[in-house]
């Protein structure tokens, strides 16, 4: 099992930055990628931007040049820096772990989720 918390959620103006972090525990062996979701209301839970444990990234196109992914591997954390924030971003955003372990040549993948912190953007 993989525990997830999030935390850094709040209310800002739009034009305004926050940073997200999630810190992971658990059995983190065989994650292969750490990733931010959201969702707002009315709408499904759609992707933000991931990272694998290699440090590649992937944005969604709305992230792209206002969201940084990062992580720090010493402490099982991962962030998620928004700048220049909209009020299209306001949702939930979830903490997600992907996790992919081969056993005895059968491969297994798991996802894992935090409980989702608060953002609004609004005046």
């Known amino acids: 099992q993989v525990q997830l918390v999030e935390s850094g959620g709040g209310l800002v103006q739009p034009g305004g930055s926050l940073r997200l972090s999630c810190a992971a525990s658990?059995?983190?062996?065989?994650?292969?990628?750490m990733g931010w979701y959201r969702q707002a209301p009315g709408k499904e839970r759609e992707l933000v931007a991931t990272?694998?444990?290699?440090?590649?990234?992937n944005y969604v196109d709305a992230a792209k040049g206002r969201f940084t992914i990062s992580k720090d591997s010493a402490r099982n954390t991962v962030y998620l820096q928004m700048n220049n924030m909209e009020p299209a971003d306001t949702a939930v955003y979830y903490c997600?772990?992907?996790?992919?372990?081969?056993?005895?040549?059968?491969?297994?993948?798991?996802?894992?989720w935090g409980q989702g912190t608060h953002v609004a953007v609004s005046l």
């Open positions: 658990g059995s983190l062996f065989g994650i292969f990628s």
């Open positions: 990272i694998t444990s290699a440090g590649s990234t």
């Open positions: 997600n772990a992907h996790k992919v372990v081969s056993t005895n040549g059968r491969i297994s993948e798991d996802d894992y």
